[in-house]
C-alpha cells in the first residue's frame, strides 16, 4: 500500500462542501499533503529557503501524485495558503467483479457500491487471482479530489 496506511481525514470531519482547505505553505512538512499543479500530492520534500532582497521566505514542495506516483514540483512564498486535500482511506468487502472491469462493494454499514473499476497492472491481476480462488479480500480505497483508486487489498477471514 506505499505508505498510505493512517486515514488523514476522515470524511465525517469535514462538511463535504470542499475537498481541500488552506494551509500556510511554511507550516507543511514532508508526509503531508498537497495539492501541486492539481494533483494530490504526499509530500516527499520541503525545503524552506531564507529571506531573500524581496523579503518572503520560499518553500519549494516536491510530491508524489498519491494516484499515479508522478512527481511535482511547486515553490511559492512561505506565508501563502496552500491547498491541502481531504484524503481518506476506507476498506471494503469484496463481493464480486463484473466481466466490464467494475468492482462489487460492500461498506461496513452494509451499503454496497459498484463504482470502482478494477485496477490495472499487478494489483488487479492479484486481486482478480486471488478472488477466483475464492479468497474474501478487504480493498482498500483512496479518496482525494473528488477521485477513488483501489490501492491495496489484504486477505480476510
Request: proline letters at 3%.
Amino acid at each position: 500500500m506505499s505508505g498510505f496506511t493512517e486515514v488523514i481525514q476522515d470524511e465525517k470531519t469535514h462538511s463535504g462542501a470542499s475537498v481541500t482547505f488552506p494551509q500556510q505553505a511554511g507550516s507543511l512538512k514532508t508526509g503531508q499533503h498537497a495539492v501541486i499543479r492539481g494533483h494530490p500530492c504526499k509530500l516527499v520534500a520541503v525545503s524552506k529557503h531564507k529571506i531573500g532582497k524581496h523579503g518572503h521566505a520560499k518553500v519549494t514542495f516536491c510530491g508524489l501524485d498519491v494516484f499515479t506516483r508522478q512527481r511535482y514540483e511547486f515553490a511559492c512564498p512561505a506565508s501563502h495558503s496552500v491547498d491541502v486535500p481531504y484524503v481518506a482511506l476506507v476498506e471494503y468487502q469484496l463481493v464480486d467483479i463484473q466481466d466490464d472491469g467494475f468492482l462489487s462493494l460492500l461498506g461496513t454499514n452494509s451499503t454496497t457500491r459498484a463504482d470502482l473499476k478494477l485496477p490495472s497492472g499487478e494489483l488487479g491481476e492479484d486481486i482478480r487471482a486471488k478472488f477466483l480462488d475464492g479468497k474474501n479480500m478487504l480493498l482498500t480505497v483512496l479518496s482525494a479530489v473528488n477521485m477513488e483508486q483501489v490501492i491495496g487489498y489484504k486477505e480476510s477471514n
